[in-house]
T-cell receptor
Framework: AQSVTQLGSHVSVSEGALVLLRCNYSSSVPPYLFWYVQYPNQGLQLLLK??????LVKGINGFEAEFKKSETSFHLTKPSAHMSDAAEYFCAVVGGYNQGGKLIFGQGTELSVKP | EAGVVQSPRYKIIEKKQPVAFWCNPI?????LYWYRQNLGQGPELLIR????????DSQLPKDRFSAERLKGVDSTLKIQPAELGDSAVYLC??????????????FGPGTRLTVL
């Protein structure tokens, strides 16, 4: 069965600093991995996804993530934080459509950005 | 292009009352999902539809929850009767078919339910 663990329920960075949100997954089949962002009182928005191919994937708003199979990780990074990046971030995995196509979400990491 | 539409945005009811949520997915998206998101947690799937067929409802508490997607477009999720523990945000999402579509889900703004 697939699962996701996000390390740190809350991360705080200064504006302009590196953002690093950690995600480790467990999957018995090659995983499809995703990062979603949720702003207050809004639904989730897809930031980026990894399915196959290049392991470094770029998403919207300057975010990127690298799939590392040996570490079962899919950490999210952004070189320079902006105030508008403050939100809740969710890592998710789906083990392929023949596994039901069900997204399994992590607990979420709340990102705060200090001026 | 219009996104996933949900209504109402907020609902406050007393326990034991019924409540219904409505969702209209993105045009052309055959797969529709209902999730429940408790405070401080990630969303959890309640039910997934492919067209009008519920293909995964294993996490839906069937004693009090029901859902339908007549004509394979919009969908309604109902709770009857509601309990205090049902207070949460109910999210609807839609996607194209296929494995990549299953991950690239587009979410509506959600309905925040408060049961008193």
């Amino acid at each position: 069965a697939q699962s996701v663990t996000q390390l740190g329920s809350h991360v705080s960075v200064s504006e302009g600093a590196l953002v690093l949100l950690r995600c480790n997954y467990s999957s018995s089949v090659p995983p499809y991995l995703f990062w979603y962002v949720q702003y207050p009182n809004q639904g989730l928005q897809l930031l980026l996804k990894y399915t196959t191919g290049a392991t470094l994937v770029k998403g919207i708003n300057g975010f990127e993530a690298e799939f590392k199979k040996s570490e079962t990780s899919f950490h999210l990074t952004k070189p320079s934080a902006h105030m508008s990046d403050a939100a809740e971030y969710f890592c998710a995995v789906v083990g392929g459509y023949n596994q039901g196509g069900k997204l399994i979400f992590g607990q979420g990491t709340e990102l705060s950005v200090k001026p | 292009e219009a996104g996933v539409v949900q209504s109402p945005r907020y609902k406050i009811i007393e326990k034991k009352q019924p409540v219904a949520f409505w969702c209209n997915p993105i045009s052309g998206h055959n797969t529709l999902y209902w999730y429940r998101q408790n405070l401080g947690q990630g969303p959890e799937l309640l039910i997934r539809y492919e067209n009008e067929e519920a293909v995964d409802d294993s996490q839906l508490p069937k004693d009090r929850f029901s859902a339908e997607r007549l004509k394979g477009v919009d969908s309604t999720l109902k709770i009857q009767p509601a309990e205090l523990g049902d207070s949460a945000v109910y999210l609807c999402a839609s996607s194209l078919d296929g494995a990549e579509g299953a991950g690239a889900q587009y979410f509506g703004p959600g309905t925040r339910l408060t049961v008193l």
